[in-house]
């Protein structure tokens, strides 16, 4: 297993555009979690996924994202219009859960730029 | 809510000075408690966890302990490397609220 995959690693797209990023979780891992990080910040929940189910949804995720995770696999998160504030870096992160909490395995990262 | 105060950086040191970062926590019930780091081009990884009071993490030679009278759980290593320079951030998830929340994060510098 090569650990937690996300994809592309960086992202230029002018505002307004719409992008797409991808996770692909540790594979026997049932929760996925997506964080945004900006410079000299640590990372913000954004929203996470138990299977395919959304669980919760941070209030800052607002109406130009959304994310999904068909089949309880990988998952995608969409910006639509984007925006200079949406420059950051997007972390994702899976991890088994069954009751308890257990350690979150991050992704490198998808860095998105606004301009 | 759930909040992380750490420790300001950066923070630079000669090889084998002793370290601490601090960080002091803010959260209802009994969270467990995480020390992450980010190395130059990698992702998170976790370094270190202790999951309720008096408990004390430890890996590659860093320790930290729960200290609930504190709220407080400081980062320490007795003599670090070059290779220990990294971002460091403290972390908490609270039982029942699923998603870790983070501090800002520490860059350590270790000069030669």
């Known amino acids: 297993d090569t650990g937690v995959s996300q994809d592309p690693r960086h992202k230029i797209t002018k505002r307004g555009q719409n992008v797409t990023f991808r996770c692909d979780p540790i594979s026997e891992h049932n929760r996925l979690y997506w964080y945004r990080q900006t410079l000299g910040q640590g990372p913000e929940f954004l929203t996470y996924f138990q299977n395919e189910a959304q669980l919760e949804k941070s209030r800052l995720l607002s109406d130009r994202f959304s994310a999904e995770r068909p089949k309880g696999s990988f998952s995608t998160l969409e910006i639509q219009r984007t925006e200079q504030g949406d420059s950051a870096m997007y972390l994702c992160?899976?991890?088994?859960?069954?009751?308890?909490?257990?350690?979150?395995?991050f992704g490198q990262g998808t860095r998105l730029t606004v301009v | 809510g759930n909040s992380v105060t750490q420790m300001e950086g950066p923070v630079t040191l000669s090889e084998e000075a002793f370290l601490t970062i601090n960080c002091t926590y803010t959260a209802t019930g009994y969270p467990s408690l995480f020390w992450y780091v980010q190395y130059p081009g990698e992702g998170l990884q976790l370094l270190l966890k202790a999951t309720k009071a008096d408990d004390k993490g430890s890996n590659k030679g860093f320790e930290a302990t729960y200290r609930k009278e504190t709220t407080s759980f400081h980062l320490e290593k007795g003599s670090v490397q070059v290779s220990d320079s990294a971002v460091y951030f403290c972390a908490l998830i609270r039982f029942g609220n699923e998603k870790l929340t983070f501090g800002t994060g520490t860059r350590l510098t270790i000069i030669p």
């Open positions: 992160a899976s991890s088994l859960w069954w009751g308890l909490s257990t350690e979150a395995f």
